[in-house]
């Protein structure tokens, strides 16, 4: 059974920070290139980070230098810490989890996040 949890979602201030949280089950972890998507009111899906099972990372020009990827290989788990939050990235974010050799590809339930005062 796959599943990927996610965590961490909530309402913050502008300028604060929030930490997602995907915790993947039932897929060899590895194998799976890791990715955060979003989608706001309005507007369609966007890829917002990616990281491989090397560690390699990528960012959508619009969180480059506020949002960082990891991964925790022994806990299965994929992070995306969000600073200096703007109400822009009020969104439902979305963790999804690409096969590299396999047209394989699972998503989580959504989270959302709220950006207001």
């Known amino acids: 059974q796959v599943q990927l949890v996610e965590s961490g979602g909530g309402l913050v201030q502008p300028g604060g920070s929030l930490r997602l949280s995907c915790s993947a089950t039932?897929?060899?972890?590895?194998?799976?290139?890791m990715n955060w998507y979003r989608r706001a009111p309005g507007n369609q899906r966007e890829l917002v980070a990616s990281?491989?099972?090397?560690?390699?990372?990528n960012y959508a020009d619009s969180v480059k230098d506020r949002f960082t990827i990891s991964r925790d290989s022994a806990k299965s788990t994929v992070y995306l810490q969000m600073n200096s939050l703007k109400a822009e990235d009020t969104a439902v974010y979305l963790c999804?989890?690409?096969?590299?050799?396999?047209?394989?590809?699972?998503w989580g339930q959504g989270t959302q996040v709220t950006v207001s005062s």
């Open positions: 999804n989890a690409q096969h590299y050799f396999r047209a394989l590809t699972y």
């Open positions: 990281i491989t099972n090397g560690g390699r990372t």
């Open positions: 039932g897929i060899s972890f590895m194998l799976y290139t």
